[in-house]
């Protein structure tokens, strides 16, 4: 043979390679797909969904997914996740089987379901890792849609980090913005809002983001028609398709079964994404579902016995063996021989898997069972149900940790303290801490870098430091903090130009640029998902709600993505974004706001700083900025203009997150508040000193963490009277600090009269100074609260 020769030789047996390393890849998820579903059915794990009839698109698009990049996507894509190295079946399988150690499944350590695959985005010191050098693939969440913000918010990091000069140096965050953000997502859950949001936005903003759309024709039971306009998400997003000389985005539609063409076009669609930051859209077409769409029902209740055929007649792993064959790259036995060798290994790794998970539950059953029956011996009268309830707890056949808790807590229970059974009970105790650790861990970084460990530093002023307006203040301090942390970028609505409606930036885009401070449109829920995706990029994105009242339009975003992201993947991934924000008290139903239970409720987290005044936020972002946990930051709306003294060491002092100040002290009841509310609670205090009650004012600073040393209990040791105000609902923001003091602290052992909040009216806060007045919370209220329970 000739040099040339040899050559083709060589570069038609590396494609063959390629291809039949792509066509064993997917049998292998195939196969995962089909043993995992087994694994449910036979109860091994609770609940199964698999990407089998989405293999082929997946391995095609698997090479082109470079290091750097980043994917956003949902639960369908196990194949990629094993193409691109991300996930091995093992894992798989671990992650089924919710197997809690995170060795076995890297992913979530058994906390979410199977598919939803994470790669680690900082290390055990908490530091960001070389990104730029990993394939980097962020949580998926259940929350159809949900991944969208997120995913614009991933690829508008490379936009940021190839236009901001300073972020530059450093390169192991980006190489430039070269990098690409995969997204994937269902055909029936581009009906959500997200879609639109984010595709929108990615239009405006020129963003590499690459969203794949899976459509297989269903979501669920419910079919195309009833979700898309025209049956077809490209034909509906026409009006988005870029064109010469106009923003937008490229639009492709391909066959989920042409393994060759689909190779083609992703190679040449995504450079084009790479190099240009034009996003797009791939419209993957004609994919199907063998198993249905879940463990949990069948298919054959709502497809027609036609598409049930035509979908076995269209399957993508048939379709690739038959253009396999027809290409002369293997024979039909070549294939048959990889399609056994393909189930054997799967089965393997199922059962590594299986032996992996149930080893220490075996272990916990064999001694539990051992000590029971040891005190059986020395408990007579309990002997024969002790014995009964170790034989109970080694005959089950597949034990769970909670069986072994239970059984040791029955065992204790009949032993009543009996001193036999010390160790019976050291050993419960023992797996308690062990299950809390592998169960209830991770909230928020408890790491290296723990946020409670910023100690308060105070706040220093010169003989001459000026009285200036509290967004004075800010605006100072963000000038600073732009100026020394290459890393923060400030956005919103209204934030670039003129410098957020109150004035906080004013002037620092003209300065720093509008690559780091700048506007977005009107779509609060993707200016959340910016924050995320640039945080989980190592930035320190400041990302606004023009007003708290707003932030409903993001809370799904920020509680299911956002809030659990350091839970569902045990601390392996965290985006430290803050989302800085304005409420409490302004004018009328949409600016008054101060929906804090909603916030409490559902951004567990976050840290949830509520500021009494522009200073004190100022020592809080400055906390906040020394932490890896995401915090919302609430201004009082109605303190931008209020006089505050301007700090000397405004990037340096810093107000620790937990920590309550009393900031009146007094003799007689304690009112714990915070925020503008406070500001009514000193008016009444003057009031009631007035009538010789002294009041001691209790500023919580942050409700999340809340009161870490359970200062509010010192100060009702001393008062015994104790009143929670604020302007939320009833029950709401109040009714959580009642809460946290009374059962938490166990303040109610210190009480001389019935302790009570003050709050604002169920209803939304009617318009003008009266609407005020008899809405929210007053001092005449305060006040009258007060006297009554000094007559008690
Ligand atoms: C917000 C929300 N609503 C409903 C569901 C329940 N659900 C889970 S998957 C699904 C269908 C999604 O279909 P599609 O987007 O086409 O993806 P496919 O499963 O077909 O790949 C639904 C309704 C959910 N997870 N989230
Ligand atoms: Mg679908």
Redesign the pocket.
Known sequence: MNETATLDQLSFDNFRDEVLKDYRTACESREASLLGRKEVLTGKAKFGIFGDGKEIPQVALAKFFKPGDFYAGYYRDQTFAFASRIATLEEFFSQLYADPDISHDPHSAGRQMNSHFATPLIDEHGEFLDLVNRKNYTAGLAPTAAQMPRALGLAFASKVFSEVEVLRPFSSLSNHGSEVCFCTI????TSEGHFWEAVNAAGVLQVPLAIFV??????ISVPRSFQTTKGSVSEAMKGFQKKEGTNGLDIYKVKGWDYAGMCELFETAIHRIRTTHIPAIFHVEELT?PQGHSTSGSHERYKSPDRLQWEREWDGLKKMREWIIDNALASDEELSDLEADCKEQVREYRNRAWEKYEAPIRAQVERTAALIRSIAGQLSHEAEKLETLANELQGNREPNRRDVMHALHQALVLARKNPEAFELEQYYHSLQDENKALYNSHLVHDGPKNILSVQGSQVKYDHDSPLINGYEVLNQYFDELFSQNPKVLAFGEDVGQIGDVNQGFAGLQAKYGPGRIFDTGIREMTIMGQGIGLAMRGLRPIAEIQYIDYLLYAIQTLSDDLASLQYRTAGKQTAPLIVRTRGHRLEGIWHSGSPMGMILHSLRGLHVCVPRNMVQAVGMYNTLLMGLDPAIMIECLNGYRLKEKLPANLLEYTVPLGIPEVIREGEDITIVSYGSTLRIVQEAADVLEEVGIGVEIVDVQTLLPFDIHHKILESLKKTNNIIFADEDVPGGGAGFMFNKVMEEQGGYRWLDTAPRTITAQAHRPAYASDGDYFSKPNAEQIVDAVLQMMSE
């Open positions: 269902g055909d029936a859950s899976w459509d297989d024709g269903y979501g579902q």
